[in-house]
């Protein structure tokens, strides 16, 4: 018997097969990986929420622009990655004017929230590392912790990763390293976590 030492990664004319034969649910291709979208839960949609009130009022506006559930165009995605929360470079709006979308590239941080999607979340640690995302926090519901990834790298032993990765408690203050005056008290961002 032999056994596989690689994966199979699907391409997205399987994912459009495999949805096609699955109409009544809702997926997502993630690094090659067919993964099935829960609605969203009621803890989840207040945390996206709360990150987002918060980005909002907290963000310099004229220097970084706060998105939530956007996705952004990056290589090898057909409709590109679509995470809870991100912030970009750069400004939403000139003179009344809205900003084109942001690429892989305008990407400062990325925030997902995990309620019940931890192994998928963990899965797209690797995909931001690849696309070179300089930040990456996941705010774990389930396990009441905000763990946050900075410094994307390469290695040939382990692929893409983050080369700093750091648990937080609700105690915790957490300032994005990328992003300038952002600091987050991790006991805000974990208030329903006994509820997820």
Request: include cysteine; proline fraction near 7%.
């Amino acid at each position: 018997m032999s056994v596989a030492t690689e994966p199979v990664r699907l391409d997205f004319d399987d994912y459009v097969r495999y949805t096609e034969t699955h109409p009544d649910s809702a997926f997502e291709l993630l690094d090659g990986a067919i993964f099935k979208l829960a609605p969203e839960g009621d803890a989840h949609l207040r945390t996206r929420s709360a990150i987002d009130w918060l980005l909002n009022r907290t963000l310099d506006l004229a220097r970084y622009a706060p998105w939530t559930q956007a996705s952004f165009p990056a290589p090898g995605w057909f409709d590109g990655p679509r995470p809870d929360n991100f912030v970009s470079h750069g400004p939403g709006i000139v003179d009344g004017v809205i900003c084109a979308r942001p690429q892989a590239t305008d990407i400062a941080l990325v925030i997902e929230v995990s309620s019940s999607t931890r192994r998928k979340d963990e899965a797209r640690a690797k995909l931001y590392a690849r696309l070179e995302i300089p930040e990456y926090w996941l705010v774990d519901l389930e396990r009441a912790s905000v763990v946050v990834h900075h410094s994307p790298r390469h290695a040939e032993s382990v692929g893409y990763h983050y080369a700093t990765v750091n648990p937080f408690g609700r105690n915790a203050d957490i300032t994005a390293t990328v992003v300038d005056g952002l600091t987050f008290a991790a006991n805000f961002l974990l208030q329903l976590a006994a509820q997820s």
